[in-house]
């Protein structure tokens, strides 16, 4: 890895940039690590790496992710197709706005039957559009305003590549013409989930490995199915209605599944703050009084 580094010249307020080399190898199945500086031959850094326990790593300890996988090859981007047409559309937006501005300019055009000599000794500054002054055209002159059409083909191509980057996957903000439920919106978006699903799983299996590596760092024991790190695939808002809040309450008094399992349903539909733990919520609720109904009121009346 090349990386810059700064050389203090004994001035808290200047410093030189230099460059340094940062090498990570595997020698004989070992990891190694070194360090060069700008002009200097011999490595300020070389050292191989050991765990909690004093063991040698026999592997590097650096994870590549990507958006098609997790190989040191770089993967085509998901927004280069995105980025290549929306350089063609900022052409055609800069054609219609030349077009727009040329053809907003009106232009004067006039015909006179007087000759040129005259027509200067008659409008000796010209002729000037407005109102505060007159000019002579001679017996059969006319004088007419003409203003040009704005051409409509790039607009219709900028169109064609608005709907292209929708189609590409670009979220852009317009009015549904009619009501669309969340599962239409899903299956119409599945192709631009799958990607991002990819790409949140190369990044969850690298992060979880970089962390295995430091708890060999930390205690020498790492336990991969202890440790659970996998980024949130759900990339449409999950919605409860009544409806549905009521049946996993009567899953819950059926004993098919735990309190826990609702409240975490809850949290991910923003019904219960994400922030708020089951601990919490449960010393709040002891905190408060009993609940009463009409029912409840009436007994104790009668007894």
């Not at 607009?155 to 929708?166: G, S």
């Not at 299956?187 to 430091?214: C, F, M, P, Q, W």
Request: hydrophobic share 35%.
């Amino acid at each position: 890895f090349a990386e810059l580094y700064h050389v203090d010249d004994g001035d808290e307020f200047t410093f030189e940039t230099k460059m340094q080399y940062r090498a990570l190898t595997l020698d004989d199945g070992t990891y190694r690590h070194r360090v060069w500086r700008e002009s200097e031959d011999v490595p300020i850094l070389d050292t191989y790496p050991t765990d909690y326990n004093g063991k040698t790593f026999d592997h590097i300890p650096f994870y590549f992710y990507g958006s098609e996988n997790n190989d040191a090859c770089i993967d085509k981007s998901p927004l280069e197709d995105l980025a290549e047409v929306n350089i063609l559309h900022y052409g055609n937006s800069a054609t219609v706005e030349e077009s727009g501005f040329i053809s907003s300019q009106p232009t004067l055009i006039f015909t006179t039957d007087i000759q040129p000599s005259e027509f200067e000794e008659w409008n000796p500054n010209g002729i000037q559009i407005g109102s505060t002054s007159g000019y002579c055209l001679g017996k059969v002159g006319t004088a007419q305003m003409l203003q040009a059409s704005e051409g409509n083909l790039s607009r219709t191509l900028m169109q064609d590549k608005e709907n292209q980057m929708l189609m590409i996957g670009a979220r852009i903000v317009q009015q549904s013409g009619q009501n669309e439920t969340a599962e239409a919106a899903r299956i119409r978006y599945s192709s631009d989930n799958s990607v991002l699903g990819t790409i949140a799983g190369n990044v969850s299996e690298a992060i979880k490995s970089a962390l295995l590596d430091v708890q060999l760092y930390m205690s020498g024991n790492p336990t991969p199915d202890v440790i659970v790190f996998w980024l949130n695939q759900e990339f449409f808002d999950e919605s409860m209605d009544s409806q549905m809040i009521l049946a996993q309450v009567q899953l819950w008094q059926q004993g098919i599944i735990a309190k826990s399992d609702i409240r975490t349903n809850l949290r991910q539909a923003a019904i219960i703050d994400a922030d708020r733990t089951d601990d919490e919520i449960d010393t709040e609720r002891e905190a408060e009084p009993p609940v009463s109904g009409a029912t409840t009121d009436a007994t104790e009346e009668d007894e």
